[in-house]
Nanobody, 122 residues
Framework: QVQLVESGGGLVQPGGSLRLSCAAS????????MGWVRQAPGKEREVVSC????????YYADSVKGRFTISLDDAENTVHLQMNSLKSEDTAVYYC???????????????WGQGTQVTVSS
């Protein structure tokens, strides 16, 4: 059974940084894409960032390019999202997800974590 457990959300001021982590277990993720989907109130879900576990290639939404960095710790089966220069519009619940199809299909995945709240506010 796939388990994805997020950690690292919280409250931060605009311009600040947070690091999200997603620990994966219960499956072999070698051929999966893993990453983060966010949901803000009144907005559609957005695939924020994703990494192809097999070759390390990455995807970033235009809204976060240059500010967010995704990385994979193979030994720990953990995906990290370093979020810098945070803006109020980054406020959302961030969900870790994993899918074999591709990064753009991440929001259609059957495998989700419980979500972690990120609030950017002064």
């Amino acid at each position: 059974q796939v388990q994805l457990v997020e950690s690292g959300g919280g409250l931060v001021q605009p311009g600040g940084s947070l690091r999200l982590s997603c620990a994966a277990s219960g499956h072999t993720f070698t051929n999966y894409h893993m990453g983060w989907v966010r949901q803000a109130p009144g907005k559609e879900r957005e695939v924020v960032s994703c990494i192809d576990v097999s070759d390390g290639s990455t995807y970033y939404a235009d809204s976060v390019k240059g500010r967010f960095t995704i990385s994979l710790d193979d030994a720990e089966n953990t995906v990290h999202l370093q979020m810098n220069s945070l803006k109020s519009e980054d406020t959302a619940v961030y969900y870790c997800a994993a899918d074999p199809r591709g990064c753009l299909e991440l929001d259609l995945s059957d495998h989700w974590g419980q979500g972690t709240q990120v609030t950017v506010s002064s």
